[in-house]
């Protein structure tokens, strides 16, 4: 997944330029690394009126945002139930290993399509390479996209190696909604960014490896 940063100047009819914004920073990587951190000396607003074209400039504010941050798949989980199912086939042990081994396939396949994708206000989760939006929530509605801040908890199961992530959010109800994900990403990045953006979690911590 790569980014290209294209820049047009603007030049206008009046001998006086106005000095256009810029970006200081501009990085792009793939998941688990910064993919933006744009960080503003002047912010410049355009907007085209017909023939006109407004320049409106901000100057001397700087505005910061967090980096955009998305974890990397990984691929522990789905192998270890595969892993699973061919030993309950090589035992005869049919009936089990069906369903172990269809929930290993269908992880399998989610970890090369699912991305936690971590902006500046919220968590969304995405498709693929190019970050397709995921759609409704199939289970309770809405966007599959929630801000930081209606975050009430979030836990990891287990810390060692990570299986699931729980965080419950009044975004989609006051009362309060609950959502489980399987951990098909790299669990260390994961809790980090979720410590960072969520808060700490108020049970769990990761060990370093």
């Not at 998305?70 to 309950?88: F, K, N, Q, S, T």
């Not at 989760?125 to 009430?152: A, P």
């Not at 006051?174 to 700490?200: C, S, T, W």
Request: hydrophobic share 40%; aromatic share 12%.
């Amino acid at each position: 997944m790569a980014s290209t940063l294209l820049s047009v100047h603007h030049f206008l009819p009046s001998p006086r330029r106005e000095k256009i914004g810029y970006l200081s920073a501009f990085r792009t990587s793939f998941c688990g690394q910064v993919v933006c951190n744009p960080s503003f000396s002047e912010r410049q607003i355009t907007r085209s009126l017909g023939k006109h074209l407004v320049v409106s400039s901000l100057l001397g504010r700087k505005v910061r945002s967090r980096d955009t941050v998305i974890p990397e798949p990984d691929y522990r989980i789905p192998v270890v139930l595969l892993g699973i199912a061919g030993g309950l086939i090589y035992t005869d042990n049919l009936v089990p290993a069906l369903p172990v081994g269809l929930l290993g396939l269908l992880l399998l396949f989610q970890t090369t399509r699912i991305r936690f994708v971590f902006d500046d206000e919220a968590l969304e989760v995405k498709v693929g390479d190019q970050l397709q939006e995921s759609g409704e929530n199939v289970f309770v509605g809405g966007k599959n996209r929630w801000k930081y801040s209606t975050f009430v908890n979030w836990e990891f199961w287990w810390p060692n190696f990570p299986i699931l992530v729980y965080f419950k959010e009044i975004q989609t109800k006051p009362e309060g909604q609950i959502h489980f994900f399987p951990i098909i990403f790299n669990g260390k990045q994961l809790y980090d960014i979720m410590v960072e953006r969520a808060g700490p979690s108020k049970n769990s911590a990761p060990k370093e490896s």
